[in-house]
């Protein structure tokens, strides 16, 4: 009875170191020195069904082995962020909760660590959260003004307006006789010199007459 009793206590235990290796293991797997995410064994588990987002909804840098998440696009909020790597398991982190902030940057998120105790790499890492789309602004088109109606002008006048010539010249003044008549009177343009002369002559020729009708009475008496 008693060999049986000790077989059977050493069957419990075996089985109980058993399963506290493989429990120690599996926390092993899943240690991180980072102590905001919460390190989880297994595979990672996807997000609620329409909260996935996309890398490319943030902006990013991935610096030896370290992920750094500094800016989130607008409309865009992020409520986990899983970092996987290693041999079994990932790190789970929470905006807002743990000691992370609730809105970014974020820095030196990671992977958790191997089982032979060191940093693994980062295998991949994706985001979960909601996204609002933003409202599609409707240009109003540019209001036209009415199209002013251009007044015909005056036509130009046909007739043109000739200043009258004075039909009055300069009088000609003859050579030798710049004053005109010579008399001292007012030069009227006309020139009445010839007359005088035809004047005296008929006077000469008159008086001429005269006293040779005289003069053949006398010498016929």
Same mark, same amino acid.
């Given at each position: 009875m008693r060999r049986r009793s000790i077989r059977g206590a050493v069957a419990i235990m075996a089985l109980t170191t058993a399963a506290l290796i493989g429990t120690a293991g599996s926390a092993l797997a899943c240690?991180?020195?980072?102590?905001?995410?919460?390190?989880?064994?297994?595979?990672?588990?996807?997000?609620?069904?329409?909260?996935? #987002?996309?890398? +490319?909804? @943030?902006?990013?840098?991935?610096?030896?082995? &370290? #992920?750094?998440? +500094?800016? @989130?696009?607008?409309?865009?909020?992020?409520? &986990?962020?899983?970092?996987v790597g290693g041999d079994d398991g990932f790190n789970d982190y929470t905006p807002g909760a743990r000691?992370?902030?609730?809105?970014?940057?974020?820095?030196?998120?990671?992977?958790?660590?191997?089982?032979?105790?060191?940093?693994?790499?980062?295998?991949?890492?994706?985001?979960?959260?909601k996204k609002t789309e933003k409202p599609t602004e409707t240009k109003t088109p540019p209001t036209t003004k009415p199209t002013e109606t251009t007044k015909p002008s005056a036509p130009a006048s046909s007739e043109t307006t000739v200043a009258p010539?004075?039909?009055t010249g300069a009088a000609v003044v003859p050579a030798g006789n710049e004053s005109g008549t010579g008399g001292g009177?007012?030069?009227?343009?006309?020139?009445?010199?010839?007359?005088?002369w035809i004047a005296a002559l008929l006077i000469l020729g008159g008086g001429g007459l005269l006293a040779l009708l005289k003069f053949r009475r006398k010498a016929s008496e």
């Open positions: 240690h991180s020195d980072d102590n905001r995410p919460h390190p989880t064994p297994g595979q990672a588990t996807p997000c609620a069904k329409g909260t996935d #987002l996309k890398q +490319s909804d @943030v902006e990013f840098k991935i610096v030896k082995n &370290r #992920l750094n998440i +500094s800016e @989130v696009h607008e409309g865009v909020t992020v409520t &986990r962020i899983v970092v000691g992370l902030d609730k809105a970014a940057p974020w820095t030196d998120l990671r992977a958790p660590f191997s089982r032979n105790g060191r940093q693994a790499d980062i295998d991949h890492w994706y985001l979960c959260g010539t004075s039909t009177l007012a030069n009227t343009g006309f020139d009445n010199m010839w007359l005088v």
